[in-house]
């Protein structure tokens, strides 16, 4: 029995004994406040630079002159060149087709003929007049008239002379109009006759343009003009100077092709609804074989964006445009601490922006988004190049 109580008394003396010496030699935790670290800023340092404007719009290829192709006079086409076919190219002068030239031949024949009998009226009527003045040396008295002398009779005679040669000439240009050639070198739009069709005089036989050069009519903002140099053609102006280089960027076959022109004209005229100005573009040999050989031809009707190439502007700073804040403000870091800066735009646009004062050599341009950002705040500058990538370790 006195067994059973003291086992139990035991076991709470030893456990009691335990704890007092766990709790005698526990540690003492020591209590710090915990430690802020300011934000993590990307930074990057900015260098004045030479930057040159470029303006960029759209157009579509035009040809630089489009003709359409008229009969002048009738007949029967006899013969059509192989080049005279939706998409043929052609040289100047070359023979595009023919329409029958008998009956213009007939009448060149006729007309020599005319001509030859009003040449011969003139010597009858000569001789004829050189006659009667003889013979009146020898009965007359006075001076004859000049109807005696025949000359009414020679100034008709010569008047009829004039009037064939022109029926000569006027016959021997319809046979030559039979001949139907391309005034310059182009290609075929459209083809509207072919061989056995009879034209009359004004039927269209096809449409035509030139490949010399094309043309790209370009809308350009109002403020974007004041970064091209460009000539407006004031009156009174006899030349004009060279325009700005355009670049032209199609896509043809799934690839991204370019090709190289000039502003060569500003047009007149502010568009009334857009308040666009309008440049046009030449670009020369469009259908020309480039040096590599994989550049497609700059069809007309091609759709084209454009880079026109403006003036150069010195000692300025060209940010991302993600960098700007409100009121043009942006955030340098200085000494591990934030600080606002008001900016003098020149230029921005979607990706960058062109920033002609406000900043100076070396700043640390901070290019992180930040909810709240406080004059004189402290930061963790963490430098990157001008691509994002990093530079250098956290600081």
């Known amino acids: 029995m006195t067994r059973k109580i003291l086992l139990p008394i035991l076991i709470l003396i030893i456990g009691a004994g335990g704890a007092a010496i766990l709790f005698a030699s526990k540690d003492v935790v020591e209590t710090r406040q915990p430690e802020i670290l300011p ?21 579509t290829v035009a040809p630089r002159t489009e003709s359409t192709l008229i009969a002048q006079v009738a007949g029967q086409i006899r013969t ?3 080049a005279f076919a939706s998409g043929g190219f052609f040289e100047k002068g070359d023979l595009l087709l023919t329409i029958d030239p008998r009956d213009y031949e007939v ?25 009667a003045y003889q013979e009146w040396g020898k009965i007359g008295k006075g001076q004859p008239s000049a109807l005696v002398l025949r000359k009414p009779q020679i100034a008709e005679a010569e008047a009829t002379l004039e009037a064939a040669l022109g029926s000569l000439i006027r016959a021997k240009l319809n046979l030559e ?14 083809k509207n006759a072919d061989v056995g069709q009879y034209m009359g005089p004004g039927s269209p036989i ?9 043309e790209v009519r370009l809308p ?3 403020q974007d003009l004041a970064f091209l140099d460009l000539d407006f053609g004031f009156r009174g102006q006899t030349e004009t100077t060279k325009g700005p280089t355009v670049k032209l960027h199609a896509d043809f076959g799934g690839q991204t092709h370019t090709w190289e022109g000039q502003i060569v004209l500003v047009e007149g005229e502010v568009d009334a609804r857009s ?9 020369d040999n469009p259908y020309g074989r480039s040096k590599d050989g994989n550049r497609p031809p700059l069809a007309v009707g091609m759709y084209v964006t454009a880079e026109v190439l403006g003036k150069m502007a010195d000692d300025v700073y060209t940010i991302p445009r993600a960098a700007l804040r409100a009121n043009r403000d942006i955030l340098v870091v200085t000494d591990n601490r934030l600080y606002f800066r008001e ?11 062109i920033v002609k004062s406000g900043l100076n050599p070396g700043d640390q341009l901070c290019l992180s988004p930040l909810d709240t950002a406080v004059d004189g705040m402290r930061v963790r500058p963490h430098k990157v190049d001008r691509s994002g990538n990093t530079q250098g370790g956290v600081q």
């Open 39 to 59: 934000p993590l800023v990307r930074v990057s340092t900015v260098q004045p630079q030479k930057v040159q404007m470029i303006v960029a719009t759209q157009g």
């Open 80 to 82: 059509v060149s192989s």
């Open 107 to 131: 009448a060149v024949s006729q007309a020599k003929v005319q001509v030859a009998q009003a040449e011969l009226r003139i010597s009858r009527e000569q001789e004829e007049a050189d006659i």
């Open 177 to 190: 109009r039979t001949y139907i050639r391309a005034p310059y070198a182009g290609r075929v739009r459209s």
């Open 206 to 214: 096809g449409r035509i343009y030139a490949v010399d050069y094309a």
């Open 220 to 222: 350009i903002a109002n």
């Open 275 to 283: 308040r666009m100005v309008y440049l046009v573009a030449r670009i």
């Open 343 to 353: 900016i003098d735009i020149l230029r921005a646009d979607a990706e960058k922006v």
